[in-house]
């Protein structure tokens, strides 16, 4: 059997939306980058340049989990 690869259009960008999102919901949450950090486990520098950096770091499924149930917000909000 023949198969053929599939043609799909996949967004380069995608975690530019997620670093901007992440700051949308952290500062609506009225968190700092400090105590996000604190909360996930992670340095205030790494969530600084997640969050500046606009997707030129990425982050684990688990970070992204971690800062997902501190903010509040379902991780497909991130995405958005």
């Given amino acids: 059997m023949t198969t053929f690869k599939r043609d799909f259009n996949f967004d380069d960008k995608f975690m530019e939306k997620v670093s901007k999102n992440i700051k949308k919901y952290r500062i609506e ?12 486990g992670k340095s205030y520098d790494f969530i600084r340049r997640l969050e500046y950096k606009k997707g ?7 970070t ?6 501190v903010l509040g917000v379902t991780m497909d909000k991130f995405f958005e």
């Fill in 29 to 40: 949450a009225g968190i700092t980058q400090e105590q996000l950090a604190l909360d996930v």
């Fill in 56 to 62: 030129e770091i990425g982050c684990s499924l688990d």
């Fill in 64 to 69: 992204l989990y971690k800062i997902s149930i």
